[in-house]
């Protein structure tokens, strides 16, 4: 049997990704800021900096992006909200 991890992860307040029509996004977490690329795939995945989410949900006031890498028989699942 495999090892299954998950990581959910909400941010709000101070944090923040801010996605630019040059296919860059700043984002600050915890202070830290970093710029990558992006990339939008149909309605429902966004590559950013090499790694690809779905699209869980999109309004005016939240991004939910969720991903699952496999290694083997374990499995790695991350949840990301960001909330406005």
């Not at 700043?26 to 795939?41: E, H, K, L, P, Q």
């Amino acid at each position: 049997m495999g090892v299954e991890t998950r990581d959910t992860t909400t941010y709000s307040g101070t944090d923040y990704a801010d996605f630019k029509s040059n296919n860059t996004v700043f984002s600050s977490v915890g202070g830290d800021t970093a710029t990558n690329s992006y990339r939008v795939i149909g309605d429902s995945r966004i590559i950013i900096d090499g790694d690809t989410s779905t699209i869980q949900a999109l309004t005016n006031n939240v991004l939910t992006l969720y991903s699952k890498e496999v290694d083997g028989n374990n499995y790695y699942e991350y949840t990301t909200t960001l909330k406005r």
